[in-house]
């Protein structure tokens, strides 16, 4: 049966990191980040970059890849977050 845990583990990242699809597709063209926490925002971005590190230290790539992937599109959704700011205190 843990054979299957690599692909049970894989098939849970791919799936969570689909929650994140949706946020960049707003974020990215329109700059709409308003209703998003920066303070989430940043605390989710490091958390994930954490899981990755631990990922790696543990030789698991389960974890390294499916944390990459979540880390990604959350620090783009951090960086349009951050450029709203700029933009928005620059007016």
């Known amino acids: 049966m843990s054979s299957f845990a690599p692909y049970v583990g894989a098939l849970a990242a791919f799936l969570a990191s689909l929650s994140y699809i949706p946020q960049v597709r707003k974020a990215w063209p329109r700059g709409s980040t308003d209703d998003l926490s920066l303070g989430m925002l940043a605390a989710l971005t490091l958390g994930l970059s954490l899981w990755i590190v631990y990922g790696a230290i543990q030789g698991d790539w389960v974890i390294v ?27």
């Open 65 to 91: 890849c499916s944390n990459a992937v979540g880390a990604t599109l959350a620090g783009v959704v951090l960086a349009c977050k951050l450029r709203d700011l700029k933009s928005t205190g620059s007016s």
